[in-house]
């Protein structure tokens, strides 16, 4: 195993409500990034977090935003919750800032369905 | 067009076949190249990263073609096991990395 964790594994929320997820990092890794994976697809980059700051940022509305702790855990919130947010939220962790040459290694997700 | 494409299967082969994926990118700038491999409801491996000068690991080998942007991974005498997702992935230097929607391998006994 990776030694990233993810909580909660699965949730349900219906639309227009909040939703936070957590990660937490493996040991002497600093860089945290968040990851959604919708059915059939590969997963697409949300944002990144290196030392607390946002280091990177894909092509995610600013109702996901995110943030990450001292010991390096880090949490993606998303607002206003949309139908087409049901996916599985992947958190990775690698142990350098954020070139994507580190490798990243991957939590088991979060399985969120909004109805 | 996607920035990494791939033939998304599946592909059904018996066991001890061998089996080929490719993978081709937009982003003439992208920097590295990894396959990774995503079990059924689970999250994504790293299986290999992939060199210029091609890279083998056990049965697996790897191949990178800079100037017709594809990538291309071999599995040579597959095995039940490696019934899976196979994702090729590419870090465009932006910090993330950049999936392509995955190739299903299923291997029948």
């Known amino acids: 195993e990776t030694g990233v964790t993810q909580s909660p594994t699965h949730l349900i929320k219906t639309r227009g409500q909040q939703v936070t997820l957590r990660c937490s990092s493996q040991?002497?890794?600093?860089?945290v990034s968040w990851y959604q994976q919708a059915l059939g697809q590969g997963p697409q980059f949300i944002f990144q977090?290196?030392?607390?700051?946002?280091?990177g940022r894909g092509n995610f509305p600013p109702r996901f935003s995110g943030l990450q702790f001292p010991n390096y855990s880090s949490e993606l919130n998303v607002n206003a919750l949309e139908l087409d947010d049901s996916a599985l939220y992947l958190c990775?962790?690698?142990?350098?800032?954020?070139?994507?040459?580190?490798?990243?290694?991957f939590g088991p997700g979060t399985r969120l369905l909004v109805l | 067009r996607k920035e990494v494409e791939q033939d998304p299967g599946p592909f059904n082969v018996p066991e001890g076949a061998t089996v080929a994926f490719n993978c081709t990118y937009s982003?003439?700038?992208?920097?590295?190249f990894f396959w990774y491999r995503q079990d059924c409801r689970k999250e994504p491996k790293l299986l290999m990263s992939?060199?210029?000068s091609g890279n083998e690991d056990g049965r697996f080998t790897a191949q990178l073609n800079r100037a017709s942007q594809y990538i291309s991974l071999l599995i040579r005498d597959s095995k039940l096991s490696d019934s899976a997702t196979y994702l090729c992935?590419?870090?465009?230097?932006?910090?993330?990395?950049?999936f392509g929607s995955g190739t299903r391998l299923q291997v029948q006994p």
């Open positions: 992939v060199y210029s």
């Open positions: 977090y290196y030392r607390e700051e946002e280091n």
């Open positions: 040991s002497g890794h600093n860089t």
């Open positions: 990775a962790s690698s142990p350098k800032r954020g070139g994507a040459q580190e490798t990243q290694y």
């Open positions: 982003n003439s700038a992208s920097q590295s």
């Open positions: 992935v590419v870090d465009t230097g932006r910090r993330a990395l950049t």
